[in-house]
């Protein structure tokens, strides 16, 4: 049982997010300790680690085999992800996941039999479902409050990505896991099952706008291949509709509005805030019968003295995450949510390519 007084041992794989959310993230839980850190980048692990007073790797297999460690957060880019996680699962350690998950979906599958076999509780970072508008749009919809479900249509335009000076990453390379489907829509899927379960088949169409970007680390132009913008249309299993528009190159707002419809009332949730995801919701519902509800996110003294919007709830699925190790129970979102969200985007990607409506095989 891991406590304020036994602290459940973490080490992060990763220096982007791991860094910039993680740590401050990791500090809001009391029952984790942050130990070590490991990197490809020697420098930044040995500035980050000096600065935390934690140790440091460059070395996998000598991080996941310390000790001391109890469980692993990977925050790396997609591509080793899946690798790195196998040898997470042999030193027996539990793992908490950004996304996307990897690069296929048969390499997720064989991590989840493993995961199951050593009794690792696995969680993958889908921060959506620890913000509380998302959470009153959940409950009003298990309550009927709208009806039948119909139609979800989830918007997210922004233009992070929009300046052609903005450096070649992994982001944009498909046989990295990179673009906006990996990288944003993910979140959407995963919104989509929760909200209306399982999706039976897509269609999808994308672009990429810009076609190279400079890569800092190898000093050369490299062409950009995966997409900037996506339109994704659903079908659901209950014979609902829905669509996931989003967007990295784009300019205006809202940034990001999710509406929900029924055939006894609608819910819409739309951001008020083009810079961070997750601050400025507002909630607002109708039903047939002139019932109204209007909501804004409860104010939090907390999540206020961060700096990013995304850091208390990915500290609220770091406090569940260690509750379900402690009761040994599957952690909400599981590694398995993830796997579904993984086989949503395969389906996905193939439309792409095809042009044509493509069944998601779960």
Not at 78 to 92: T, Y
Not at 149 to 154: D, E, K, Q, W
Not at 265 to 288: Q, Y
Request: net charge negative; charged share 20%.
């Amino acid at each position: 049982m891991y406590t304020q007084d036994k602290k459940f041992k973490l080490g992060i794989a990763g220096m982007g997010i791991g860094s910039s959310l993680g740590v401050p993230a990791i500090n809001l839980v009391p029952e984790i300790q942050l130990v070590s850190v490991w990197g490809r980048s020697k420098a930044k692990v040995d500035e980050l680690s000096a600065s935390l007073d934690i140790k440091g790797f460059t070395d996998f297999d000598a991080f996941v085999n310390s000790s001391e460690l109890d469980g692993v957060w990977l925050a790396t880019p997609p591509s080793p992800r899946m690798d790195l996680m196998s040898k997470c699962l042999d030193a027996n350690l539990h793992v908490f996941l950004e996304k996307p998950l990897g690069l296929n979906s048969s390499d997720i599958h064989n991590n989840l039999e493993k995961a199951l076999a050593k009794n690792s509780i696995c969680g993958v970072d889908f921060e959506y479902r620890a913000h509380p508008l998302y959470q009153e749009a959940k409950q009003l919809l298990e309550t009927a409050w709208i009806g039948e479900p119909r139609s979800i249509h989830i918007r997210w335009m922004s233009g992070n990505r929009m300046d052609p000076a903005v450096p070649w990453g992994w982001y944009n390379s498909m046989s990295e896991g990179g673009g906006i489907v990996g990288a944003i829509a993910t979140h959407h899927i995963d919104l989509c099952h929760w909200l209306f379960g399982p999706i039976e088949s897509v269609q999808a169409m994308a672009s990429t706008v810009i076609p190279e970007r400079f890569d800092t680390q190898s000093s050369t132009v490299k062409v950009c291949d995966s997409p900037e913008t996506a339109f994704i249309n659903l079908r659901f299993k209950n014979g609902a509709i829905g669509s996931i528009s989003v967007s990295c190159v784009t300019f205006g707002g809202p940034p990001q509005a999710i509406e929900i419809y029924g055939d006894l009332g609608r819910i819409h949730l739309v951001s008020h805030n083009a810079k961070d995801a997750m601050r400025d919701f507002t909630l607002e519902a109708l039903d047939v019968n002139g019932r109204q509800v209007t909501s804004e996110a409860p104010f939090s003294k907390i999540d206020s003295e961060q700096r990013n919007g995304l850091i208390l709830p990915i500290s609220t699925l770091l406090k569940r995450w260690i509750t379900s190790i402690n009761n040994s129970s599957a952690m909400e979102p599981s590694f398995l949510d993830g796997l579904n969200v993984h086989n949503v985007v395969e389906a996905i990607n193939a439309s792409l390519l095809s042009g044509e409506r493509i069944f998601v095989n779960y």
